[in-house]
């Protein structure tokens, strides 16, 4: 069983041996969900496939079926995957490594999910540099996200080089305590109502009154403009929505060609300046 595992849309991704045998172990060590997926189909006839992307949507009755048997079978499978030559990942449909990478673990974006938070448990005191901002990450329950992952997104994010924190006035430690400041990502609809009265209609996002409320829409599906590199979305948004946590407003397109100012409302159009998700150095 040296190749492996893909059934009917499943993305599959080939990387050279060192750098995938990392990310094998990593996202198999932390995503229960692509694990499950990965021992369902290595132990699975072909022609079951269909059905079981069924059953991994929550479909019970025909999950406890095909999912019985190989209870033990997760490990050797992983066994498997991390010694192939050149190792083989499964994703989840419609996803990247990068979108993984980023917290999610599907790509469906319900309207509204269950409008109640789960704080991502732990803490990273961050550089400690400047005046040290503390964050709480919230994750709405019933999305489908990874919330070690998506705190580790924000975290790298507000303490990059190129952050708020470039010209040394300030660097974020997260906790999962009291916080000056919350980072939550929630579904269009929950979005809306954190946000009233500002008008996200189900689209963007908003930062106000301490909350960072970053909408899982465009987490999943990013822009037009930055559709090629979602990552500096979701770093735009997470800069752009805590600016505003620390009272920046917003800016405009300075001039055609220019890098766009992180506060402008690149979530609407970064053009006809070209998009940029960091405050540092200031275009
Ligand atoms: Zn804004």
Same mark, same amino acid.
């Given at each position: 069983?040296?190749?492996? +595992?893909?059934? #009917?849309?499943?993305? !599959?991704?080939? *990387? $050279?041996? @060192?750098?995938?045998?990392?990310? /094998?172990?990593?996202v =198999?060590?932390?995503?229960?969900?692509?694990?499950?997926?990965?021992?369902?189909?290595?132990t699975?006839?072909?022609?079951a496939?269909?059905?079981?992307?069924?059953?991994?949507?929550?479909?019970?009755t025909?999950?406890r079926?095909?999912?019985?048997?190989p209870?033990?079978?997760?490990v050797?499978?992983?066994?498997? +995957?991390?010694s #192939?030559?050149?190792? !083989?990942?499964? *994703? $989840?449909p @419609?996803?990247?490594?990068?979108? /993984?990478?980023?917290? =999610?673990?599907?790509?469906?974006?319900?309207?509204?999910?269950?409008?109640?938070?789960?704080?991502?448990?732990?803490?990273?005191?961050?550089?400690?540099?400047?005046?040290?901002?503390?964050?709480?990450?919230?994750?709405?329950?019933?999305?489908?996200?990874?919330?070690?992952?998506?705190?580790?997104?924000?975290?790298?994010t507000?303490?990059?080089?190129?952050?708020?924190?470039?010209?040394?006035?300030?660097?974020?430690?997260?906790?999962?305590?009291?916080?000056?400041?919350r980072v939550?990502?929630?579904?269009?609809?929950?979005?809306?109502?954190?946000?009233?009265p500002?008008?996200?209609?189900?689209?963007?996002?908003?930062?106000?009154?301490?909350?960072?409320?970053l909408?899982?829409?465009?987490?999943?599906?990013?822009?037009?403009?930055?559709?090629?590199?979602?990552?500096?979305?979701?770093?735009?948004?997470?800069?752009?929505?805590?600016?505003?946590?620390?009272?920046?407003?917003?800016?405009?397109?300075?001039?055609?060609?220019?890098?766009?100012?992180?506060?402008?409302?690149?979530?609407?159009?970064?053009?006809?300046?070209?998009?940029?998700?960091?405050?540092?150095p200031?275009?």
């Amino acid at each position: 069983m040296g190749g492996l +595992l893909v059934g #009917a849309g499943t993305a !599959v991704v080939t *990387l $050279p041996a @060192g750098a995938a045998t990392e990310a /094998v172990r990593d996202v =198999l060590g932390r995503s229960a969900q692509v694990a499950r997926l990965a021992a369902v189909r290595s132990t699975t006839a072909p022609d079951a496939s269909a059905a079981d992307d069924r059953a991994a949507d929550g479909d019970e009755t025909a999950s406890r079926g095909s999912l019985r048997a190989p209870v033990e079978e997760p490990v050797v499978a992983h066994e498997t +995957l991390l010694s #192939a030559d050149p190792p !083989v990942l499964a *994703l $989840p449909p @419609g996803l990247t490594m990068v979108d /993984v990478e980023s917290g =999610l673990l599907a790509a469906d974006v319900p309207e509204r999910a269950r409008q109640t938070f789960t704080v991502v448990p732990g803490s990273d005191p961050g550089p400690g540099t400047g005046r040290v901002r503390t964050i709480r990450v919230e994750v709405e329950d019933g999305l489908p996200v990874d919330g070690a992952r998506f705190a580790a997104t924000v975290m790298a994010t507000l303490n990059d080089p190129r952050g708020w924190g470039a010209d040394g006035s300030v660097s974020f430690a997260r906790t999962d305590g009291d916080a000056e400041l919350r980072v939550l990502l929630a579904s269009p609809e929950t979005v809306d109502d954190l946000c009233y009265p500002l008008e996200t209609e189900g689209q963007v996002s908003c930062g106000r009154s301490g909350n960072a409320v970053l909408n899982f829409r465009r987490w999943v599906l990013a822009t037009d403009e930055y559709a090629a590199d979602k990552a500096a979305y979701r770093q735009y948004l997470v800069n752009h929505e805590v600016g505003h946590l620390l009272g920046h407003g917003h800016e405009t397109c300075p001039a055609p060609g220019a890098l766009a100012p992180l506060m402008q409302q690149q979530s609407y159009r970064a053009a006809p300046c070209v998009p940029n998700p960091w405050p540092f150095p200031a275009p």
